[in-house]
C-alpha cells in the first residue's frame, strides 16, 4: 500500500513542485493551501507524513505541527516544516516537528527525508 502524504504550502508553485515530486516516487499525496483544511485533512485522509509550510495565511505551519503532536490520534504522524525565514532549528523543533527543510530546498534532501521519517 502506498505512503500517505499531505502538504500545505500557500505558493502553488511549491505545492506542485512538491506534489508531483512526491507522486513521481510512488507516494499518495494531497496538497492544500489552506491551513484551516490540514486537521480536517489528517481526518480523512489519514496520511503517514504531514509537510507545512511555516509561513502560510491564518494560523503557521508551527502551531499546527503542535496541534497534530498534541492530539490524541495523530500525535505519532511525522511532520516536516518547510521555512524560508531565518529562525533557529531550536525553535522550530520547539514546535515538535520531525524534520525542517529550509527553502530554497533540493527536491532530493526533500525525498530523503521523507523516506527516512515513513520507511
Do not use: W
Amino acid at each position: 500500500m502506498e505512503k500517505r502524504i499531505l502538504i500545505l504550502d500557500d505558493n502553488q508553485d511549491i505545492l506542485d513542485i512538491v506534489h508531483e515530486t512526491l507522486a513521481y516516487e510512488k507516494f499518495d499525496v494531497k496538497s492544500t493551501s489552506e491551513g484551516d483544511s490540514v486537521l480536517p485533512l489528517i481526518e480523512t485522509f489519514h496520511p503517514d507524513l504531514v509537510i507545512l509550510d511555516y509561513r502560510v495565511a491564518g494560523v503557521n505551519g508551527g502551531e499546527l505541527c503542535r496541534q497534530i503532536k498534541s492530539h490524541p490520534r495523530f500525535f505519532n504522524i511525522p511532520v516536516i516544516i518547510f521555512s524560508a525565514y531565518i529562525m533557529s532549528e531550536d525553535e522550530l523543533l520547539g514546535y515538535g516537528c520531525d524534520a525542517i527543510i529550509n527553502k530554497p530546498f533540493d527536491l532530493t534532501e526533500l525525498v530523503e527525508k521523507v523516506n527516512n521519517l515513513i520507511s
